[in-house]
């Protein structure tokens, strides 16, 4: 593959010996050869990790780098925009088709996602919430068409968000509609970091604040904290009674205790997906190799015709 790249890339450079932007494109495409090239081993690593993580039961979940598999369930109601389906995640776009340089593509008029959304995966031994932002999530289209009809829930979106559906002429625009989304019961794979959930020290303190106050508020209960029976309590007093409410409040436990999200610093490889394990690592294995020996012929070819270009090769 990498020798037909260099042949090609040379046979197109003696073609374009003339043109004084060719040496631009070529540096171009060793430059992106380059970036696919990285970008393969970066899916190969992440292929990798896949395969080597083992998968957990939720309930003996613990905390760090996790693979867990399950059920999707939500944690409220949500539906998908442009099915009306129910849904514990969405992911939606509109496009219109335009021409453009005497080429017609497909331009993004408008998109969106639930990523704000979180939602539960369950097996058979508990459940634990996902926090899908900044998650790479892979889902299967539900709804991938060109100017269907615009009725039901569709048109409803359509009209709530003020798309315009025709021209300055009247002429109807061709609009592609596409959206994913995970319902509930579908079958979840997700590789992640489990942690404690973000904002469970606010609560803690607070429940902790709100049980300090119901016991100030109570004579009966503060003498029981006034160990030497001086009348007062005081501050080593105090701190008893702060202990005790900690213990309380952590013995009460927590909802959403953990969850399985994206790490502080964003490095670590974070999925969802409704496929299964073996899918996955597959699409991974020809990102791979698309991505090293793609790159490497194109970076190759490239840099072999700037060398024909300077007379070196």
């Known amino acids: 593959m990498q020798l037909e790249g260099i042949a090609l890339a040379v046979r197109w450079a003696a073609l374009l010996e003339g043109d004084p932007r060719w040496s631009l ?32 039961r939720i309930r ?14 939500g944690k409220g109601p949500l539906e998908a925009p442009l099915t009306g389906r129910p849904c514990v995640w969405y992911r939606w776009r509109i496009e219109e088709e335009v021409n453009s340089n005497r080429q017609r593509r497909w331009r993004t ?34 709804l991938s068409r060109v100017d269907p009809p615009l009725a039901g829930p569709l048109g409803a979106f359509v009209q709530e968000r003020g798309i315009r559906t025709h021209g ?21 794979y997700v590789l992640g970091v489990a942690q404690e959930r973000g904002g469970l020290v606010h609560e803690r303190r607070v429940r902790i604040t709100e049980k300090l106050a119901v016991l100030r508020a109570d004579p009966e209960a503060m003498a029981g904290f006034d160990l030497d029976g001086d009348g007062h309590v005081s501050g080593d007093e105090w701190d008893v009674a702060r202990r005790l409410a900690l213990q309380e409040v952590e013995l009460g436990g927590f909802e959403d205790r ?29 990102s791979a190799v698309g991505g090293v020996f793609g790159g490497a012929a194109l970076a190759l070819g490239s840099a072999a015709a700037l060398l024909h270009k300077v007379e070196l090769l």
């Not at 299964?276 to 690592?281: K, L, P, T, Y």
Request: glycine share 10%.
């Open 25 to 56: 494109v070529l540096a171009f495409g060793l430059g992106a050869g380059v970036f696919l090239f990285v970008r393969g081993f970066s899916a190969w690593r992440h292929m990798r990790l896949v395969e080597d993580t083992p998968t957990s």
């Open 60 to 73: 003996s979940m613990a905390l760090g780098r996790v693979e867990v598999r399950g059920r999707a369930e």
């Open 109 to 142: 008029l408008e998109q969106g996602s639930s990523d704000a959304w979180p939602f539960y995966v369950e097996d058979d031994t508990g459940r634990v919430l996902v926090d899908p932002q900044g998650a790479r999530i892979e889902a299967a289209h539900d």
């Open 168 to 188: 300055f002429l009247g002429l109807r625009r061709k609009l592609r509609f596409t959206e994913w989304h995970i319902a509930p019961g579908d079958p979840l």
């Open 258 to 286: 953990v969850v399985i999200a994206r790490d502080a610093d964003g490095r670590a490889p974070f999925y969802v997906s409704d496929r299964d394990e073996r899918a996955v690592i597959r699409s991974h294995r020809w």
